[in-house]
């Protein structure tokens, strides 16, 4: 049977395009999705595990370890164990990474630093030299290149290095790599020779990681670091891979969860689903195609075994050929995104395409198996008939595929079980109720779809048909198969529903995020000044030459300070905010936080109930709580002029700012970018709500676009199904169709007839995945955000719209070839077909 398998797919190749189409389509899905994975942890490997991302051990303080341990003894990772750990015979190299702040001076500027320690026997510490040479001295540093480009400094010069109030003068001797961590790309980094940093480090200061390289075998270097940490009862200490502390640091980001690896499935998961049920439709045309071949077989002696074997292998062989091609889609796919990646955002060249066996292997398989096990079940029909019956000609259109009893209790089951625990879970405010809900309840409604899918396109068809023809035969022919109806619409409503629940859901917590910062942030933008000893002017001069700036509607400028609450001094100093009543009330975004002279406006109670007054600096001054988003206490320039805090040190100058409303998340990002090259500070010296505002949204639209592209493939691939489902139709009812043209319906009706069926199909879907995601998307947004503040939500009426009219016009598009296929045969050449 081999033999007549290969010469099958010989013979009959155009067949099996649609079978190739949808299985290297939805192997591609899962390709990219595992590629996707791997791909992520090697860009967080090279941006949050930058400075360990070439050892090969990273040894830390894991809390874990010692959690319920009250006896334990905490371990200081210092200098000593550094040494310690370079003295084991397994280790090659190891340095100890750490951060101590520092100011840098040119001769125009200053610059707030990290400082590092740098050891050029010790691999640099992890830091990759650009130009220059490692430091060898206590009057050497090396500076990071993109902050050495903005301080216009170069090898060779010298520049000013000021440590807990000690200037030095520093010779640059090297230019360092910008670090690609994400929590330490926003400031200047500057390194010192390991020693001489040593001195200057305060007491507090200890090393983060310590990162090791082995000697000879890595499990051997990690077996005897354990042994060393066990040995000296350093109990909270842990050694990992760095690969494993790359995934331990992205877990640490998400609550301990690796949620990034249970989304990745959860896509990979849909992959299959949506990719097996057009699969099934797609074989069940190419076998409804060869029934009477297949029988013509079995009258001339083959076994039904063997006839199940020819099938199979041509599955197989159909299968390698669309999973290899779906492999190979999702590698280019993957590699053609990183480097445009690294064309439209240079900051991300650290962005890299990772690949293992097991991301490259696992699609081959599940493709493979998939195709196999989809023609195996319409194979597995077609032996059911009797040769002769085979034979002979039968309208396989009339036979009607009820949903089985146990399905449909089942599926009420799972709809109500599913429905009680997502409801439970909105109200409570708990995501995993929630989601565990809409597990149980999404396939419990996909096993009840076969009474109410084909229900749905009949009764529409029925409505938008009126008088027509063409129309009303639609809404008739659309249903006359409704299992293999229900199948397809249900592919096309799960892409569907879950692409509306993610903008729903999105939107929602977009416009939620962005009202309850709106509440708690009382001004849009904070830009804090660092101007010990100044009086104020420049900060007045920087306001007025904000207003230029497009975006900025007012400004107005404040003092900030440390005090002691008289009866409070042994809780520590308080932090103050003296603003000028008449100018702040002009960017303040809510007048009950104005303060008035003699009063404090209290921010940071911590929920403590605070007293009518309070005495500070000999003053008393009456007490008003907020529960404004702010770092410090609020009260009036006079008011803090009269407190007299010269004594507690610490005063800074700043500006308080009011952008325009309605300004899109890019605006605001450039905007803060003029802002700091205007008073020549950081960015990340600017904040305020707009920025809060700004990032949650930027993030949430990035996360939409990409969950929508993933989810617009699997779309895709439910529309082949729709093109699937009407050329088995056309093929069923090939001599009705001849009939019919032959009774005077012209070719342009019988084109029409079948493009309105595809429309019926997808668009029903459509409609009905609409519903559900919109009806998901509000539930999941209020159980993941109503216990942060109070929820707004929003539908995106216009996007839903467009996936609406996107999803019916691809199904009109899908339904093209084969209305030309049945237009183009004759009356009575169909007429004949038996």
């Keep these: 049977m081999l033999h007549v398998a290969l010469s099958n797919i010989k013979t009959y190749a155009r067949r099996y395009i649609a079978v190739i189409l949808a299985v290297a389509i939805g192997t591609a899905f899962l390709a990219a999705t595992l590629a996707v994975n791997t791909s992520t942890r090697a860009t967080l490997k090279n941006s949050l595990g930058d400075t360990y ?44 990474t750490a951060f101590e702040s520092a100011e840098l001076h040119t001769s125009d500027n200053g610059y707030q630093v990290l400082l590092q320690p740098v050891s050029a026997e010790q691999n640099l510490g992890g830091m990759e030299l650009l130009e220059g040479r490692a430091p060898l001295n206590a009057n050497e540093v090396i500076i990071d290149d993109a902050h050495a480009e903005q301080m216009k400094v170069s090898v060779g010069d010298t520049v000013g290095l000021t440590v ?19 929590q330490l790309s926003g400031y200047a980094m500057a390194g010192m020779e390991e020693s001489s940093w040593a001195k200057i480090a305060s007491e507090v200061t200890s090393f983060q990681n310590i990162v ?3 000697k000879d075998s ?15 009862q350093m109990k909270d200490v842990a050694v990992l891979t760095a690969d494993e502390k790359v995934i331990k640091d992205v877990a640490s980001l998400t609550d301990g969860t690796d949620q990034l690896t249970v989304v990745l499935l959860i896509f990979a998961l849909v992959a299959l689903v949506v990719t097996g049920l057009v699969v099934v439709n797609t074989f069940n045309v190419v076998i409804a195609q060869r029934t009477r071949e297949l029988a013509l077989l079995r009258t001339l002696g083959a076994k039904r075994k063997q006839i199940r074997s020819s099938v199979l292998i041509e599955a197989v062989v159909i299968g390698i050929l669309a999973s290899v091609i779906g492999v190979a889609l999702a590698v280019a796919l993957m590699a053609g995104l990183i480097q445009l990646l690294h064309v439209l955002v240079p900051n991300l060249s650290y962005a890299t395409l990772a690949l293992n066996p097991t991301g490259l292997v696992v699609p081959l398989v599940v493709g493979i198996a998939m195709t196999v096990i989809a023609a195996s079940l319409p194979a597995r029909r077609a032996m059911k008939l009797a040769p002769l019956a085979a034979l002979r000609p039968f309208d396989a259109a009339s036979v009607k595929n009820r949903a089985g009893k146990m399905r449909i209790v089942f599926g ?12 439970w879970g909105t109200v409570k405010g708990s995501l995993p109720i929630a989601f565990g809900g809409g597990l149980l309840s999404f396939p419990g409604i996909l096993m009840l779809a076969s009474l109410f899918v084909p229900a749905s396109v009949f009764g529409i068809g029925r409505l938008v048909a009126g008088r027509s023809v063409a129309g009303r035969l639609a809404a008739l022919n659309a249903v006359r198969n409704p299992g293999r109806t229900t199948a397809t619409a249900t592919a096309l409503l799960i892409g569907v529903t879950l692409v509306s629940m993610i903008m729903v859901g999105g939107q929602t917590a977009k416009a939620s995020l962005n009202n309850s910062i709106a509440g708690e942030f009382p001004v849009d933008l904070i830009l804090t000044l660092d101007q010990n000893g100044e009086d104020g002017a420049k900060a007045q001069n920087l306001a007025q030459e904000l207003l230029t700036l497009d975006g900025i509607e007012q400004t107005s400028t404040f003092v900030s300070g440390y005090a002691e609450i008289a009866g409070q001094e042994e809780f520590g100093a308080i932090s103050l905010l003296g603003v000028d009543p008449q100018t702040f009330s002009k960017v303040a975004l809510d007048q009950d936080i104005v303060p008035e002279d003699g009063q404090i406006i209290r921010v940071n109670t911590g929920g403590v109930k605070q007293p009518e007054t309070l005495t500070i600096g000999g003053q008393e001054l009456s007490v008003k709580v907020s529960s404004a988003s702010l770092y410090q206490d609020l009260v009036t320039q006079n008011t803090f002029e ?14 308080l700012i009011k952008v325009e409303p309605n300004l899109s998340t890019s605006q605001i990002t450039e905007l803060v970018d003029n802002i700091g090259d205007v008073a020549n500070v950081e960015s990340y010296m600017i904040d305020g709500g707009v920025v809060q505002n700004a990032m949650f949204s930027q993030v949430i639209d990035v996360l939409l676009a990409i969950v929508s592209a993933l989810l617009a493939v699997a779309v895709l691939i439910a529309l082949i199904g729709v093109a699937n489902t009407l050329s088995l139709s056309v093929l069923e009812r090939t001599r009705e169709n001849s009939l019919l043209r032959a009774l005077g319906l012209k070719k342009k009706q019988l084109r029409a007839m079948l493009a309105q069926e595809a429309v019926l199909i997808g668009g029903v879907a459509a409609l009905l995945g609409l519903v559900l995601g919109v009806v998901y998307g509000l539930l999941g947004a209020h159980a993941t955000l109503s216990t942060v503040g109070e929820m707004t939500y929003e539908i995106p009426w216009l996007q839903l719209a467009l996936v609406l009219v996107v999803s019916i016009v691809a199904a009109l598009l899908a339904s093209i070839t084969p209305g030309r296929r049945a237009a183009k045969l004759s009356p009575v050449q169909g007429l004949a077909t038996e």
């Design 412 to 423: 009420a089951l799972l709809t109500l079980a599913g429905a009680g625990l997502l409801i």
């Design 642 to 655: 009269r407190l007299s805090l010269d004594d507690m040190g610490g005063e800074n100058t700043g500006v």
């Design 164 to 182: 807990a109030e000690s200037t030095k003068d520093m010779k640059v001797v090297g230019i360092q790599r910008t670090s690609t961590d994400p």
């Design 212 to 214: 090791i390289n082995a």
């Design 53 to 96: 991302k070439n050892a090969d051990l990273v040894a830390f303080q894991d809390w874990e370890l010692v959690r319920g341990d009250a006896n334990f003894e905490f371990t200081d990772i210092d200098s000593k164990l550094v040494q310690a750990i370079r003295e084991l015979p397994e280790v090659s190299t190891a340095y100890g």
């Design 218 to 232: 890595v499990p051997g270097a990690q077996q005897a670091l354990a042994s060393y940490f066990a040995e000296h």
